[in-house]
């Protein structure tokens, strides 16, 4: 049975995608997922032992593991590409994320959702020609996780809190907002640069609280 995560993950990826890279797929559970209802899926991850394991177990043959570099990987794009970038921190997500764009392909589909730093993947985003499509926060397993679904779109700069003015009143679950408050109200009083994020969550949670 798949987790919350997984299936969120999973069910994000749009009916009309051709291929779906999942990367720094660990175990490859979400690629996986999307196996039978997608042409090609690859899982890559950068680590030699879990691209073996994946490999030696009975995968579809649709499926193909690669050992490799996401954030350096020279990906061949096609507009119905997906790209899964999910449970690493946001600073390597962003890594990966630029290697991505800088494909410039129009029509590209995104789905986001790191496990720390996620102030980090917002600020990377900020004015970069993508188009929000949805975004979701959720607690599964003892964790509090953010999912961002996007496409690459040159019409458009994305601004990050209009975006997600947009779609946090949907949310019921805010206890990741007070922590995050919590976390940066003592991290700014030793480094002040991180003022703007404590005044980020704050201004996310007012909004929500607005409704």
């Known amino acids: 049975m798949l987790s919350k995560r997984i299936k969120k993950l999973s069910d994000l990826v749009s009916p009309d995608r051709l291929r779906v890279f999942d990367l720094c797929c660990d175990h490859g559970k979400i690629g996986l997922a999307c196996a039978d209802r997608i042409a090609e899926v690859f899982l890559i991850d950068q680590v030699p032992t879990i691209i073996e ?36 921190g946001g600073h390597l997500a962003t ?17 986001l959702s790191p496990h720390s730093h996620h102030e980090v993947v917002w600020e990377y985003l900020e004015r970069k020609s993508v188009k929000g499509i949805s975004f979701d926060r959720f607690f599964d ?65 007012s909004y929500l609280k607005s409704f």
């Open 53 to 88: 394991k994946l490999k030696a177990t009975d995968i579809p043959c649709n499926v193909h593991s690669l050992c490799a570099d996401a954030s350096n990987y020279q990906f061949e794009s096609k507009p119905r590409d997906c790209f899964i970038i999910a449970g690493i």
């Open 95 to 111: 890594k990966i994320l630029a290697n991505i764009l800088a494909t410039g392909l129009e029509g590209i589909e995104i789905i």
């Open 141 to 205: 397993q003892g964790k509090n996780y953010e999912v961002i679904k996007l496409t690459v779109d040159y019409t458009k700069n994305f601004d990050s809190l209009k975006f997600l003015k947009k779609w946090e009143p949907l949310q019921t679950e805010d206890d990741f907002l007070y922590k995050q408050i919590d976390y940066f109200t003592l991290k700014s009083k030793y480094e002040p640069d991180q003022y703007k994020w404590l005044s980020f969550y704050q201004a996310r949670l």
